[in-house]
């Protein structure tokens, strides 16, 4: 094909003439389609796409901060707000993933409610507070249900009785995890779908150009 002159008057001569041009025409569209300029395009918003997905985790990171926050505070509306901004935040803006959070303040104040719903009203309050202390460690190794009966059987054996078993506490329900939406169509979203397209743009402006070559090249052997 190089050297060719597709303007040559042999080519016209073949009883083809449109089909000539319409060859020709293809070619220059394809010439004029210079990979260099696309692979620029493609650095710059590869960049740019990597700048904002970087804004979109540190993002969710601060939001994420101010849940836990929202969670030392004990207050439940204000964990729910936190909930509701980061929730957001992640359906709206990819590469926003964050860790599953435990919801730690509430959860203390789930079994500490419970374990005092199970208190005995006649009890000793300077043994009951004793033993609660006491029973801290079991509470760390078997949950809400383990710290109740290690309290009852202390209680017990001080020759307190009536101390009741305390509601279990799922710890599961305490745990907050949200997942981050795929493609969203914010600034980074939008910047990949450039980088995507300039890619195809590329591999179709090859593959087209070598393609179109071979035809040619068979349709125009015998000149």
């Known amino acids: 094909m190089k050297g060719w002159n597709w303007r040559d008057k042999k080519y016209q001569n073949l009883g083809h003439g449109d089909a000539v041009k319409r060859d020709i025409h ?7 389609i210079k990979i ?7 650095l710059i918003f590869s960049m740019l ?27 439940i509306v204000k964990v729910e707000k936190a909930a509701k901004k980061l929730q957001n935040f992640m359906a709206g803006h990819m590469n926003s993933a964050v860790p599953r959070l435990p919801l730690q303040t ?36 078997g949950g809400s249900r383990a710290r109740a009966r290690c309290i009852a059987e202390k209680i017990g054996a001080s020759g307190d009785s009536g101390y009741a078993e305390a509601e279990s506490i799922t710890p599961d329900a305490y745990y907050i995890e949200f997942s981050p939406t ?6 980074a979203g939008i910047t990949l779908f450039i980088c995507f397209l300039l890619v195809l743009t590329v591999v179709l402006r090859l593959v087209a150009a070598i393609i179109l070559r071979i035809i040619l090249k068979f349709k125009y052997r015998a000149l």
């Open 182 to 187: 795929r493609w969203s169509l914010d600034a």
């Open 106 to 141: 509430l959860y203390d104040q789930a079994v500490d409610k419970a374990l005092e719903a199970a208190k005995p009203v006649d009890i000793d309050q300077t043994l009951y507070q004793k033993v609660t202390e006491e029973c801290a460690s079991a509470w760390y190794s």
């Open 36 to 42: 260099w300029q696309m692979l620029v395009l493609l």
């Open 26 to 32: 293809v070619l220059n569209f394809l010439k004029g």
């Open 49 to 75: 796409a990597a700048v904002f997905l970087r804004l979109n985790s540190l993002g969710a990171l601060d939001l994420y901060e101010n849940l836990k926050a929202a969670d030392k505070t004990g207050d």
